[in-house]
């Protein structure tokens, strides 16, 4: 739930963008989980062009500097208590370091892994802070509020069929700017309007049945890993295909996978793919937990009111050793798994269909 907002601020950082550093950093703009309103200015998700991260709008504050290497050997680095925000995004720690290196394909060189760390000059020094509750990005699939210790982002190697994908793409730019590009008989660029192309009975260019095979071939996938340690609690709204829906739970860790697409000036599009939610084992004196996650009604207005009737507030929970959160292309929840340890109340919605996996197969009939 937490990558793309690592992500929007990191990876435009570890690219070499700018971005206007200072002391301060705007308060996120709180709005309680579940009340969100999308604005008029705010237009539907379109799954098909990639979504540009806007590096302008990157806040870094770190109170001790920092510095920025490019040098895959060596980290850059945020110090001393850091804040960093992306529209209404915000990222709350101690300091960073992040490692960028070359992706093949992407002209600059992208983020490799970072960690992201709590210490004694964080706003809460015993937590990382992800805040996206006043979000209105089409990226993340999570608004709300989230306190691990530390964590980790860690790039993983192209899938086999992605890296053959990425080299055809590669030798197709190749041959593209070797190629000489078309003159006329002065010796200037031949012009490419309606005049020169085949034209239909109503004078309109004559469809060439040639489609850009860069537009359609499926995207090329990089994956990110990201380790929450000591995740704890959380609460927010989860993004589902009927829209908004107030969730809460724990976990002792958490992994989120985040999928972006490969393009020439850098990764587009980060979005979820899946979450997992892990409890924990027994052992150094403590008892084992399972994970847990639950589906609230529509927040209750008032104070008192919440208190009161917070521990009823719930469609459904679910408690398991692992709980895994898959997501479709555009970001939204598209099944729930549990363990087959899976204890709960309540009926499951629609729009989070959820599934408990057996350990064993079924027997033969």
Same mark, same amino acid.
């Given at each position: 739930?937490?990558?793309?907002?690592?992500?929007?601020?990191?990876?435009?950082?570890?690219?070499?963008?700018?971005?206007?550093?200072?002391?301060?950093?705007?308060?996120?703009?709180?709005?309680?989980?579940?009340?969100?309103?999308?604005?008029?200015?705010?237009?539907?998700?379109?799954?098909?062009?990639?979504?540009?991260?806007?590096?302008?709008?990157?806040?870094?504050?770190?109170?001790?500097?920092?510095?920025?290497?490019?040098?895959?050997?060596?980290?850059?680095?945020?110090?001393?208590?850091?804040?960093? %925000?992306?529209?209404?995004?915000?990222?709350?720690?101690?300091?960073?370091?992040?490692?960028? !290196? @070359? *992706? $093949?394909? +992407?002209?600059?060189?992208?983020?490799?892994?970072?960690?992201?760390?709590? %210490?004694?000059?964080?706003?809460?020094?015993?937590?990382?802070?992800?805040?996206?509750?006043? !979000? @209105? *990005? $089409?990226? +993340?699939?999570?608004?709300?509020?989230?306190?691990?210790?530390?964590?980790?982002?860690?790039?993983?190697p192209l899938s086999k069929e992605d890296q053959a994908r990425l080299a055809e793409r590669i030798a197709r730019d190749k041959a593209r700017a070797a190629k000489p590009a078309a003159t006329d008989a002065a010796g200037k660029p031949a012009t490419t309007d309606s005049t020169t192309k085949p034209q239909d009975a109503s004078g309109k260019p004559a469809a060439t049945g040639t489609a850009d095979p860069v537009a359609q071939e499926p995207p090329i996938l990089v994956r990110f890993r990201v380790l929450l340690h000591q995740f704890g609690e959380f609460t927010g709204d989860l993004k589902t295909t009927d829209g908004w829906s107030p969730h809460f739970g724990w976990a002792e860790e958490a992994e989120v996978t985040v999928v972006g697409d490969v393009l020439p000036d850098g990764i587009g599009n980060p979005r979820f793919s899946a979450i997992d939610l892990f409890g924990r084992p027994a052992g150094g004196g403590q008892d084992k937990r399972p994970a847990r996650l639950g589906r609230k009604h529509i927040p209750l207005v008032g104070a008192a009111v919440q208190k009161e009737f917070d521990a009823q507030a719930y469609d459904w929970w679910a408690e398991s050793s692992r709980i895994t959160i898959e997501f479709d292309d555009q970001g939204r929840v598209l099944r729930i798994k549990t363990g087959a340890d899976y204890r709960g109340e309540g009926t499951p919605s629609l729009d989070t269909p959820v599934q408990t996996l057996d350990t064993a197969p079924p027997a033969q009939p």
């Open positions: 739930m937490l990558t793309a907002l690592v992500l929007s601020t990191l990876m435009p950082l570890s690219a070499g963008e700018a971005s206007q550093p200072s002391d301060t950093v705007p308060k996120p703009t709180v709005a309680p989980a579940g009340e969100v309103t999308p604005t008029s200015d705010v237009k539907p998700t379109d799954p098909t062009p990639a979504l540009r991260l806007q590096p302008a709008l990157i806040s870094v504050a770190a109170k001790q500097g920092g510095m920025v290497s490019f040098n895959d050997q060596e980290p850059s680095k945020l110090l001393g208590g850091v804040r960093l %925000g992306y529209e209404e995004v915000f990222v709350l720690c101690d300091h960073v370091h992040y490692w960028q !290196s @070359k *992706l $093949p394909g +992407i002209k600059r060189a992208v983020l490799d892994h970072a960690l992201i760390s709590n %210490g004694p000059d964080a706003e809460e020094p015993a937590h990382v802070v992800f805040d996206s509750r006043a !979000s @209105k *990005l $089409p990226q +993340i699939s999570f608004r709300g509020v989230m306190r691990p210790r530390e964590v980790e982002i860690i790039r993983q």
